[in-house]
């Protein structure tokens, strides 16, 4: 069955610098678009960054647009979300989504999340 | 951008009862690209209704979805104890936008 697995996640002080991952497995990962989706504590859902099957096309939320870079390693199944100049309103559970095709935006699986706290 | 609004914000029903939980657009919206979502506390959200109507995989009939143009509508026709949740609606399809939850607690 398909499984998502996030890493990295920690307490960080404002400005500095973190890398999450996201391992995945049950399914072909080089056939799928892949989303990271924050959910700050008690708070909605909040859609960060999409990388298309091949990596090629990019997208970010404006909260984050020049700050994170979305990232992927076909062939070791893994995404990545480099979080630079972090700030305090970045604190939230991070998960890693599977596009329920290409780049529908549709998000048919999840990851459990990893919590990125930034305070100092 | 699309904005969605969802109420009530809480609601309060017993095991056995119908659900209605509604979603607004702030403008007319593709009806196939409205989804529904639930989370359950500590959980990942997980997909309900795709498409405004369809069931994800392993989604039992009880849940279905309606609607058309800025109002959608999520109905649980039968509560069981497992769908005591957090339901969000979502607008896909070239971008991502969330409505703030409702909140569906035991009475």
């Known amino acids: 069955q398909v499984q998502l697995v996030e890493s990295g996640g920690g307490v960080v002080q404002p400005g500095r610098s973190l890398r999450l991952s996201c391992t995945a497995s049950?399914?072909?990962?080089?056939?799928?678009?892949m989303h990271w989706v924050r959910q700050a504590p008690g708070k909605g859902l909040e859609w960060v960054s999409i990388?298309?099957?091949?990596?090629?096309?990019?997208y970010y939320a404006d909260s984050v647009k020049g700050r994170f870079t979305i990232s992927r390693d076909n062939s070791k199944n893994t995404l990545y979300l480099q979080m630079n100049s972090l700030r305090a309103e970045d604190t939230a559970v991070y998960y890693c989504a599977r596009d329920w095709a290409g780049a529908t935006y549709l998000f048919d699986s999840w990851g459990q999340g990893t919590l990125v706290t930034v305070s100092s | 951008e699309i904005m969605l609004t969802q109420s009530p914000g809480t609601l309060s029903l017993s095991p056995g009862e119908r659900a209605t939980l509604s979603c607004r657009a702030s403008q007319s919206v593709n009806r196939n690209y409205l989804a529904w979502y639930h989370q359950k506390p500590g959980q990942a959200p997980r997909l309900l209704i795709y498409?405004?109507?369809s069931r994800a995989t392993g989604i039992p009939d009880r849940f279905s979805g309606s609607g058309s143009g800025t109002d959608f509508t999520l109905t649980i026709s039968r509560l069981e104890p497992e769908d005591f949740a957090v339901y969000y609606c979502q607008y896909y399809g070239s971008s991502s936008t969330f409505g703030q939850g409702t909140k569906l607690e035991i009475k």
């Open positions: 990388i298309w099957y091949d990596g090629i096309n990019r």
């Open positions: 049950g399914f072909i990962f080089s056939d799928y678009g």
């Open positions: 498409g405004e109507s």
